[in-house]
């Protein structure tokens, strides 16, 4: 794999997550399994060659999870970039599993999210897991009315970093309640919700990562399985000369500081065009038009 001195993911700076300086444009590993993020993909080998185009774009930090697939995910990106080096980071979330048919299965008991670190340790060929992040039981839209505890999942996590097999704790999916309750028994560096150019319910908490100096990670960037659909946004978009995608991604760079991407893809040109808005800057106008939304 080829380095360059400036490469265009890290065009839109870098962001201090616990000890380590990960470029705020990012790639999430999900598009990789097959269909409905499960069973193997249509190319596998096209798979490989997203992943090392990631990388040589400057990209290193890659978000995954061993349901994805299950486990083809992770069994691709160790065969892409195994051995990782100091130049590729692996975040991870654990707390739901696969059922045979691809359905979404709880499994946030302290055994299971054991289990669950050995499994993706195993898979990426990892000694440590730079980042774990726990995955509420919540759902996106009901995740600010939950008041579950979530204090033996996180005192099980905290346990295995005591034990050096994860480097950093993180939480996906999470209330303010929550965060403040995680804590309350190990350190922070990293909080995956869901917000957007089109979807901000989740504002509170990333104001208040931003204040502590965390990492907030949105996910879905571009709409998920929905694609963001905007007048407002196709317009600003045409007037900038750049593709949409380019342009809400950008928005939220430009939204905290604290924010960092993870937009996934299957494809290298897609890649290529969502690494692209790390280069592109807003200016007021655009930003207050696509404020509004």
Known sequence: MTTTTNPPAAQAG???VGDLDLNRIGYGAMQLAGPG???????????IEVLRTAVDLGVNHIDTADAYGPYITNEIIREALSPYGDHVHIVTKVGVVRDERGGWLPANSPQSLREQVH?????LGLDVLDVVNLRTLAGIDDRATVSDTLTPQFEALAELQQQGL????GLSTVSLDQLAEAQQIAPLVYVQDFYNIANRADAAVLAATAEQHIAYVPYFPLGGFSPLQSDVLESVAKRLGATQTAVALSWLLQRSPNIMLIPGTSSNVHLRENIGGAALTLPADAVAELDAI
């Not at 499994?119 to 898979?123: A, E, K």
């Open 14 to 16: 870098s962001y201090r």
């Open 119 to 123: 499994d993706n340790l195993r898979r």
């Open 166 to 169: 994860i480097r950093h704790l």
């Open 37 to 47: 993020v499960f069973g193997p993909p249509r190319d596998r080998a096209t798979a």
